[in-house]
């Protein structure tokens, strides 16, 4: 939640959802330019969100904020549809750029 109310802080509009259900719930009731998200979820995996949330809407961007860092997870998250793979700690200012740029 720290990041959400960062983001908020920049400007930006954030909801948030502490799982894969509540994730594809929001995805149901919204449309998104963005999507951040885990790897490690409760009840699946960002990469199993990321899938379905494209099939769902035409997001903008999708971003994963994770500590799976190695080559395979990386290329993992492309094929499953991530445009961009950030590794924890996550670096904010890496972060905005990411996000900037789709303004």
């Known amino acids: 939640m720290v990041l959400a109310r960062l983001l908020v802080r920049y400007g930006y509009n954030v909801f ?3 799982n894969v259900r509540d994730a594809l719930d929001l995805l149901d009731g919204f449309v998104f330019d963005v999507l951040l998200s885990d790897i490690g979820l409760p009840d699946g995996d960002g990469f199993e969100l990321v899938i379905e949330a494209r099939h769902r809407q035409p997001l903008r961007c999708a971003v994963a904020l994770t500590a799976y860092a190695s080559d395979a997870d990386k290329e993992h998250g492309f ?7 950030l590794t924890k700690p996550l ?4 972060l905005r750029d990411v996000l900037s740029r789709l303004s």
């Open 79 to 85: 094929q499953a549809g991530f445009d961009r793979y």
């Open 91 to 94: 670096d904010v200012a890496l």
């Open 16 to 18: 948030t959802a502490a």
